[in-house]
């Protein structure tokens, strides 16, 4: 089994893993040159590569993609009984200077919309509930407007998301903060929202209008998180978010259960890869 076939069976799409094998090149390249052998990698290997792809001028977020593909490399080495342990398991360059598409936000500015998010009324405290779970379980309005009260799992800290046209159904774990404040909404809050709007719902969210739906309520819920962070667009962006930021602490597989994705294509869009560095870098080891 080569690293094409290795790469395979993880269920990596064929452009991935085109660009796995060329970024692979680059360190075999450049342990060819320092006259070692793959199974022969040290640790300290690992990091005189990193000083050579620093001192080219290589960004810390492109090292750490290299490194993320030397991982799988190493693993696959470790599959064929090649090597024991992977050398490049625990190196990760620190300080990466994100540069996210689309306006994407980090974890620590996810953390402050929710932190500041303020739960005035019945209305703040319900869109408080919402948030939470776009920004821990990164649900989108169609996902949040078809939750009921049985979905959420409070014994067992859980929270079901069903499945929809475009998106599979799945179980994902509610963070410990979420668990009282879902609690406090579902037997407090929400009923004092239903016999404001005189309605009966089975919807675990519901709007203080008319509306069965909770899309004018997410439409006002935007506009209050614009008035303290105004680099938030739409609620899309936040999701949008807080997956790319699950790509870099969960494989691709795990990722793209927990966003709901059909397909790991759809999920491999959130992949970021710096394609001039890697076009320069093939062009100086394989020249045309």
Known sequence: MDFRKYLEKQQFSHQTIKGYLKVNE??????????????????????????????????????NEQLTVARHYFNYLIKTGKIKDNVATNIHVQGVSRRLPHDLLDEETLQHIFD????????GKRNKVILGMVVYQGLNT???????????????GKLYVPGGRRSNSRLL???????LQIQEYIQKTRPLILDVSEKESDKLFVSNGGSERINNAITKM????????????SMKQLRMSVITFWLEKFNLRE???????????????????????????LNEYHPL
């Open 26 to 63: 680059l360190l075999l390249a450049w342990l060819k040159e320092e006259g070692i052998k793959p199974e022969n990698t040290r640790y300290a290997d690992m990091l005189a590569y990193i000083r050579f792809a620093g001192n080219k001028g290589h960004s810390k977020r492109y090292i």
């Open 255 to 281: 990722v793209q259960y927990m966003a709901g994705h059909r397909y790991v294509s759809s999920t491999e869009r959130y992949l970021l890869t710096n394609l001039d560095d890697l076009q320069n870098d």
């Open 222 to 233: 935007l506009k209050t998180i614009q008035s303290y962070a105004p680099q938030v667009k």
């Open 116 to 123: 500041n998010y303020p739960e005035k009324g019945i209305t």
């Open 173 to 179: 774990p509610l963070a410990a903060h979420q668990v």
């Open 142 to 156: 169609e996902e949040l407007g078809k939750l009921e009260p049985e979905h959420v799992q409070l014994r067992d």
